[in-house]
C-alpha cells in the first residue's frame, strides 16, 4: 500500500479568523466590562466599581423601558412569525405572479431602518397623515398613533413587522420547500384536503424555520432601537422607551460610563431570554 498523505491542516490557519474575532469581539467585550465600572471621559478615566449598575438599576424609567422592551419583543415576533408563516405558505404555491409578490414581500427589509422610521412619522401625522387622510375619506377618525401614550408602542411595533417580516417569509418558504412532496402525495391518496396539508405536514415540517424566525425576531425585538427613535425617541414621555433608548439618553447626557453599564445589562438579559428559549426550541424539534 502507497504512504498515506496526511492531509490535515495546520492550525496556523485559524490565526486570521482568530485575530479578527479578537479585536471585533473579545476585546470589545472585555474593554466594555472594563469601562462599565468607570467614570469615563474621551481624555480620563476613574475606576467607580459597580456604581453605574446600581445608577442605571434605580433609574425611574427603567421599569418602564424594561416593560416596554418585553412588550415589543413579544408582539413583533409573534406577528413576524404568524405572518410570515402565512405569506410562506401563500407564496410557495405555483402562482403565475409568485415571484413579483416575494419581492415585493421582501423589498421592505432592503431599506433603510432610519428612512422608514422617517416616512412612517409623517403618514402617522394626526392630521396630516396619510393613514388619517385615508381613513377620513371613509368616514373613520384616525387616532393620534405617536401621540397616544396608549398605542404609540404599538405603532412603532406595527412599523417594525412591515419591514420585518420580509425576512420571516422567506425562511419559511426555504423550510417550505424543503419538504419532500411525498407527504403531500400520501395526504391526497388519503383524501386530505388543503387544512389537514397545512395543519399535519406544513406546520410541524417547517418547525426549524419557525425556530429560527422566533429566535431572530425576538433577540431583534430586544435590541431594536433605531426605528423608536427615529419615530418617536421614545416619547410621548416614556411611553416607548426601550432599554436601548434609555442608554442612548445616557449617552447623549455624557454619562458614558453609565450607558456602557446599561449595554453590558442588556447584553445580559439577551442572553438570559435568548439562550433558554433555544434551548427549549431546540428540544421540541428534536422530539418532533
Known amino acids: 500500500m502507497g504512504k498515506i498523505i496526511n492531509r490535515t491542516y495546520s492550525y496556523t490557519f485559524l490565526i ?3 485575530i479578527i474575532y479578537f479585536v471585533f469581539f473579545l476585546l470589545p467585550t472585555v474593554m466594555s466590562l472594563f469601562f462599565s465600572m468607570t ?5 480620563d478615566w476613574k475606576f467607580i466599581g459597580l456604581e453605574n449598575f446600581k445608577t442605571f438599576l434605580t433609574e425611574p424609567s427603567l421599569n418602564i423601558g424594561f416593560k416596554n422592551t418585553i412588550i415589543y419583543a413579544v408582539v413583533t415576533c409573534c406577528l413576524k412569525v404568524v405572518l410570515g408563516l402565512l405569506l410562506g405558505v401563500f407564496l410557495s404555491s405555483k402562482l403565475k405572479t409568485v ?16 428612512a422608514i422610521g422617517m416616512a412612517f412619522m409623517m403618514m402617522m401625522h394626526p392630521t396630516q397623515g396619510l393613514i388619517n387622510i385615508a381613513l377620513k375619506t371613509v368616514g373613520i377618525v384616525g387616532p393620534d398613533w405617536l401621540g397616544d401614550s396608549k398605542i404609540a408602542l404599538l405603532s412603532v411595533a406595527l412599523v417594525d413587522v412591515w419591514k420585518g417580516v420580509g425576512m420571516a417569509t422567506v425562511i419559511f418558504i426555504a423550510g417550505i420547500m424543503s419538504i419532500p412532496t411525498d407527504y403531500y402525495e400520501a395526504l391526497m391518496i388519503d383524501g386530505g384536503n388543503g387544512f389537514h396539508k397545512f395543519w399535519n405536514i406544513i406546520l410541524p415540517l417547517s418547525r426549524p424555520a419557525m425556530n429560527s424566525v422566533i429566535i431572530l425576531a425576538f433577540i431583534g425585538g430586544l435590541r431594536s432601537f433605531d426605528l423608536i427613535w427615529a419615530m418617536t425617541k421614545g416619547g410621548p414621555g416614556f411611553s416607548t422607551d426601550l432599554i436601548a433608548s434609555i442608554i442612548y439618553k445616557q449617552y447623549q447626557a455624557g454619562f458614558y460610563g453609565l450607558s456602557t453599564a446599561g449595554n453590558v445589562i442588556l447584553f445580559l438579559l439577551v442572553s438570559a431570554l435568548a439562550f433558554p428559549l433555544y434551548a427549549y426550541l431546540n428540544k421540541r424539534e428534536v422530539d418532533l
Do not use: N, Y
Not at 415571484?99 to 421582501?106: D, N, Q, T, Y
Open 39 to 43: 467614570w469615563w471621559s474621551l481624555t
Open 99 to 114: 415571484g413579483f409578490i416575494r419581492s415585493m414581500v421582501f423589498f421592505p427589509t432592503l431599506l433603510s431602518t432610519i
Open 16 to 18: 486570521p479568523a482568530g
